[in-house]
């Protein structure tokens, strides 16, 4: 019996194409644009410009290993700040108060299937669009079973409350930090801005993902046989006291917590000038982790094991960061990455700006298949995105948001997912049933998101 394909892991896949970015050095040809200086401050290709390079760099065969230090020292701030907010997050769910608000609210929201449906959707989304959510979501698994399976419905209703929120959340993220906010930074745009249009296109999404769950939902309560699960044992251990009481504490640093987002966003967007960014928001949230653990009386020792908890937990993220950015140090020292630019932008130059923009959603959905780590994502293909996006006289802005929505829809869909593929293994959910769920709505999305992006470049967003 022949052995199945397994797709390597993503840090064995980031080498290989560092050391693809070598070999590209040796074969294409070298070259450059013309930059200049906007009038805000951002450095942009000047179109039409390209040259070949007067003089030949090549690269030792070791510049493989040696670009991987230096891709780190490139994204130390980022990746300090994905390890402090890691921390961050360990201590917050030490307290107790986010699994609490969840936990109240599904059950709440439990004797009413339709608000459990739409309001679970929208909750999740708001996670993921806010504070990056992800892995965070799996304790959550057995209430949403226990309560889907108790009200007539199976294990893929449940699953699809959570993914659909989870992408949709993702995909159309006013402030995730570790996939806009990486993206917009790569791309030179200040830090949050365009919020207000990812704001305003949540509301189709999630009436899409509403939609599409509620639906299939439906016809397994009328009809239990229709259920794409419905050979599979239900887990006999599930209940619904999974998770703590909600008390006046756990308000208290929600309330503390909700501000604390209020208060970033608005030097993201008031204080650029003060110089307010990675540095300032990694200090922003050690200082919250100290008064969360105060308030929460959860001891010294513990909010220093939950912050290194949660710190560790994102160690693969930050690798990846890592590994990701040396790709483009390979390149820039090859001095192909503006022949690279130029090879993608020529034929896309042919078609216009709006198709040009769903051409960007389909390299970036497919490169999710490989690069499933969304700050890796970032820094892997906005170099080449957001000079493209120059060329074809399309605003960065948009080239962030086909980045956005490639990374976030398909992270619902790829196998490479650990957060999906573990999801799926608590639901029980073989792999080829939830295709046949997910994938009729991810049709849905990419035609809503192409929509979306032709707008996008319409009205010139910014």
Not at 20 to 38: D, I
Not at 236 to 252: A, E, F, I, Q, Y
């Amino acid at each position: 019996m022949a052995q199945r394909f397994r797709v390597p892991h993503t840090l064995i896949l980031l080498f290989g194409m560092i050391v693809a970015a070598l070999l590209l050095t040796y074969v294409l040809p070298q070259g450059s644009f013309e930059r200049v200086t906007n009038e805000a401050g951002r450095e942009m290709v000047v179109p039409g410009s390209y040259a070949p390079a007067e003089e030949t760099v090549w690269l030792s065969p070791l510049a493989v290993f040696t670009a991987i230090p230096k891709g780190f020292a490139a994204a130390q701030e980022i990746i300090f700040f994905v390890f402090l907010i890691g921390g961050f997050f360990g201590v917050l769910r030490a307290s107790g108060a986010v699994d609490a608000l969840i936990g109240v609210l599904l059950e709440t929201l439990g004797k009413r299937p339709l608000l459990l449906i739409a309001g679970g959707v929208v909750l999740f989304a708001l996670g993921s669009s806010t504070i990056g959510m992800a892995e965070e979501y799996l304790p959550f698994v057995p209430i949403l079973l226990a309560l889907a399976i108790g009200l007539g419905f199976d294990a893929v209703t449940a699953i699809g409350i959570l993914c659909v929120g989870y992408g949709v959340g993702y995909g159309v993220a006013v402030m995730n930090p570790f996939t806009v906010l990486i993206a917009q930074e790569v791309a030179g745009l200040q830090p949050t801005s365009g919020w207000w249009y990812r704001l305003l296109i949540a509301v189709p999404f999630i009436a899409l993902g509403v939609h599409h769950v509620w639906r299939y939902a439906r016809r397994v309560q009328a009809d239990p046989s229709r259920s794409l699960v419905a050979d599979v044992e239900v887990d006999p251990t599930l209940k619904l006291d999974g998770h703590p009481r909600l008390t006046g504490t756990h308000k208290l640093i929600l309330a503390l917590t909700g501000a604390a987002l209020v208060v970033i966003i608005y030097g993201l967007s008031e204080l650029s000038g003060w110089h307010w960014y990675v540095e300032e928001m990694g200090a922003f949230f050690v200082g919250l982790t100290v008064l969360i653990g105060l308030i929460a009386r959860i001891g010294g020792d513990r909010v220093a094991e939950s912050f290194c908890h949660g710190a560790a937990e994102l160690t693969t993220t930050a690798l990846l960061i890592g590994f990701a950015r040396s790709i483009l140090i390979v390149l820039e020292q090859g001095n192909v990455i503006d022949t690279i630019v130029q090879g993608i932008a020529a034929p896309l130059q042919y078609v216009g700006p709006s198709v040009a923009a769903i051409g960007m959603l389909v390299v970036q959905s497919l490169c999710n298949l490989f690069i499933p780590s969304g700050s890796g994502q970032a820094y892997v293909t906005m170099p080449i995105m957001a000079p493209v996006a120059d060329l074809l006289e399309i605003k960065r802005q948009v080239a962030v948001l086909a980045y956005q929505f490639g990374d976030g829809f398909t992270n619902i869909l790829v196998p490479t997912n650990a957060v999906l593929v573990g999801i799926l293994g608590l639901g029980r959910i073989p792999y080829d049933r939830w295709l046949r769920f997910i994938l009729p709505f991810m049709i849905k999305v990419w035609i809503l998101a192409a929509l979306v992006l032709m707008t996008a470049v319409w009205i010139g967003y910014a």
